[in-house]
Structures are given as C-alpha cells and as structure tokens.
C-alpha cells in the first residue's frame, strides 16, 4: 500500500497519442491526478473518463495535470481513443500487473463469455504533489462508484487553499 506523503512508483508507458507518458518527468503547477481505469471493456470507466475529460479545464486551470491510464494493450488503447469521447485527456496504456499492484490497485481475471482481458486492474484515482509524493488516494475492487468530481475538484481548492496536509501517513 502507498503511503501519502511518500514518493510514488515512476510510470514511463506508451500514449494513445505516439508519445510517451514519464511521471518523473512531469512539472504540474499543483497537482498530477492518474485516474486508473479497468480499460476499453468498461462501461462504467467509459462515463466517468468522458465526464473528465469534458472538464479537463476545470482540472487545468487549477494546475492539475490529469492522465487515464489502463492495462489494456495498444489495440485496445487505441480504441478507447478512437471511440469515447475522452477530449483531450491523455491516455496511457501497457501498465504491467506488477506496476499495478506496486499502486496497489486491484486486479480482476475475465469473466467466461465478456470482452475483458485475461487481467486487468480495477479502478483507483491518485492526486500527487509536483515532487511526486502521494496526497490523495482511492482504490475500489468493482466499478461501481468513482469519487464525484465536484467533491474532487472543491477538495483540492481547499487543499491548496489552505495548504492543506497529506493524511493517512501513519498507515
């Protein structure tokens, strides 16, 4: 489990976009936010990827910096991009079991007769500083509830505000 106020794991993965997604190498003004999503098979990750990427301008210009990032592979990857209505949000692909567990997120098999992969993670939203130690975490073992970003948003102007510190460090 990570612990908030401690550095996170560095991601270096693949981008829909034929770029390359770097953790460490991101300078957000407040914020880095990774939404974790099941991937392209999801429904539910479908809704809630869309609703953020029609507001990514109210995660930017508060300096958050948002990417979406799955296990799915560059095929399915690129048909989420291709077919969700994502805006410009940033989507990043080929996150390894192993580095999804190091995020300790939850890792499901496929159901006989879905269009899942053989594995994939479940779903989990990390907001970090620009020094990349974790400030906010939520991990689920289903879909079936994703924080609201109304709530999320306002949070985080508190948070900055109000200098507001990283809690959980005693997990």
Same mark, same amino acid.
């Given at each position: 489990?990570?612990?908030?106020? /401690? +550095? =996170?794991?560095?991601?270096?993965?693949?981008?829909?976009?034929?770029?390359?997604?770097? *953790? %460490?190498?991101?300078?957000?003004?407040?914020?880095?936010?990774?939404?974790?999503?099941?991937?392209?098979?999801?429904?539910?990750?479908?809704?809630?990827?869309?609703?953020?990427?029609?507001?990514?301008?109210?995660?930017?210009?508060?300096?958050?910096?948002?990417?979406?990032?799955?296990?799915?592979?560059?095929?399915?990857? /690129? +048909? =989420?991009?291709?077919?969700?209505?994502?805006?410009?949000?940033?989507?990043?692909?080929? *996150? %390894?079991?192993?580095?999804?567990?190091?995020?300790?997120?939850?890792?499901?098999?496929?159901?006989?007769?879905?269009?899942?992969?053989?594995?994939?993670?479940?779903?989990?939203?990390?907001?970090?500083?620009?020094?990349?130690?974790?400030?906010?975490?939520?991990?689920?073992?289903?879909?079936?509830?994703?924080?609201?970003?109304?709530?999320?948003?306002?949070?985080?102007?508190?948070?900055?505000?109000?200098?507001?510190?990283?809690?959980?460090?005693?997990?």
């Amino acid at each position: 489990m990570l612990t908030p106020g /401690q +550095k =996170v794991p560095d991601i270096d993965l693949p981008l829909t976009i034929q770029a390359r997604f770097e *953790l %460490s190498k991101q300078t957000p003004q407040n914020f880095t936010m990774l939404v974790f999503y099941r991937g392209s098979h999801c429904p539910i990750c479908r809704s809630y990827l869309e609703e953020i990427g029609g507001r990514l301008d109210d995660f930017t210009s508060r300096g958050i910096s948002v990417f979406a990032i799955s296990m799915d592979d560059e095929k399915r990857a /690129q +048909k =989420v991009d291709e077919d969700w209505s994502t805006g410009d949000l940033p989507l990043v692909y080929d *996150l %390894s079991e192993d580095a999804a567990r190091e995020w300790g997120l939850y890792i499901s098999e496929k159901r006989e007769g879905s269009e899942e992969p053989d594995t994939f993670s479940e779903p989990g939203l990390f907001i970090l500083r620009p020094d990349m130690t974790l400030f906010f975490a939520v991990t689920q073992s289903a879909p079936f509830t994703r924080p609201p970003l109304d709530q999320l948003l306002d949070a985080l102007d508190y948070a900055k505000k109000n200098d507001y510190p990283a809690r959980g460090s005693l997990s």
